[in-house]
């Protein structure tokens, strides 16, 4: 049987909490699936001299990072889990920390990282 | 043979009387199918009368003998003292509720919260009673009927630290019996209540501690319901904006039109049980994954700046003392890839077949995109 239809019921828009858990979302999806492969590389396997020799020479690695589609890839990697820490963060200061008041400046503090962090990386891959 | 005997700490507190909760200690004869509840009658009948708590069924069905037993929120007809020996039980009233006299809690908060969610089935207009009944199939039963086994017996908001902290929070028993309803193919109140779930206070202060789903005596599992509205929430979201004339409008804006009572935590709540231990490594995961998005960036930088800068930026992650950060790093960032799969396979209601795919599949499932995204990234990243 099919679910009947719902009920209109327009008004203003919704609660901002639905882009910013959103984007939370989105960020804990990336971080979980892609960033252990990336640390391990840059952060572990180079410095301990695991990788081939030219792997992360400047001149292969500028040339994979002008690829448009990499580009994008890296823009949603940086920037999505920037949202994903402010959002745990905010409520880790709410409900660990128990502060409740000043509620829109932590979250405008945090949310505002975020999307400072979104604005250089856009900047810089412009700029590569 | 002498009779064996178990020791309780019952908690009392009587308007009026003592300014302060105390504790009466008293010793009961124990058996081994004993129960917490059978202690605190025996005490009512034997020991002392004055004892107030509330009981009515002695089954799990009725909901009414939620207590704390040893700091955890349980149904005392459902909790052997045989659990504890030789410990004596410490039994306390629900946390996170006003105490009106001993182990009795104030539970008029909940009542206010589950009206709000309106559950019931709300219909657009009723066909009238000789057309029959609206039916369902046993598919469409299976949908919902989990998150209809409530009891009301309050032990998940006893569990919920976000209600502690935040007693307006709409908390877990009312959401999930407001998806319960949104579920329910009969039923098209859906954009009614999203004026009441899809608000601050509603579904968006929830951060998956997952406790109230642990403590639930009816595998109700709130904590998936709540995740479960989020997902709608934004998949609604989505689908209006890219097809704007159909579907229900959400509105939001109304507030809360009734007192609450003043929440008594402890300032480091989240350090009391492991389970919240664990929940808060995981949210400070998000510091270590913040900081990685942040050392990518540097990356891009020095790269955009030319291979002096470059070269510069390789040196410094080849540093021992940075390569030790990204090994700590790397385990705070699978810890949350763990915990993220997890939640992950929790909240996603997948069906094949009409049955519901168990957990476990979920989780392979997960585990095996991962490892194909990491080869995927690995091989473009070294060797492509």
Redo the contacts between chains.
Sequence with gaps: ?A?????????????P??A???LF?A???V??????????????A???GW??DD??S?ER??D??RHPL?KLY?GV???L??F??????R??I???L?I?GGKLHIAAACYGTAVV?TA??IW??V?? | MAEERMALKVARWRPGHVPVPYYDEYEVPYREDMVVLDALNHIKDDIDGSLAYRWSCRMGVCGSCGMMVNGEPRLTCATFLREFRPEPVVVEPLQHFPVVRDLVVDMSDFMEKLKEVKPWIIREDEKPAEEGEYLQTPEEIDVYKQFSMCINCMLCYSACPVYGQDPDFLGPAAIALAHRYNLDSRDQGRAERKDVLEVDWGIWDCTFVGECTVVCPKDVDPAGAIQRSKVAAATGMLRSVVWPFSGPKVRTGAGRRYPVHVPKMPRAWWLKTAPYRRFVARELTSVFVAAWSVILLLFLFALSRGPEAYEAFLRWLGLPAIIALSAVTLGAVVYHTGTWLRLTAHVLAVRFLGKAVPGPIKVGALVVALIVASAVVAYFHVWW
């Design positions: 049987m679910k009947p239809k719902q009920r209109e019921n327009r008004g203003p828009l919704p609660s909490e639905l910013f858990w959103s979302s960020g804990g999806m971080a979980a699936f892609l960033f252990p492969v990336h640390i391990a590389i840059l952060g572990i180079y410095g301990l990788l081939p792997a992360l400047y690695v500028l994979l990072v990499a890296l990697l940086v920037s889990p920037l994903h820490w402010a959002h745990r963060f409520f880790t709410h409900h660990e128990g409740h962090g250089l990386t810089v891959l700029r590569i």
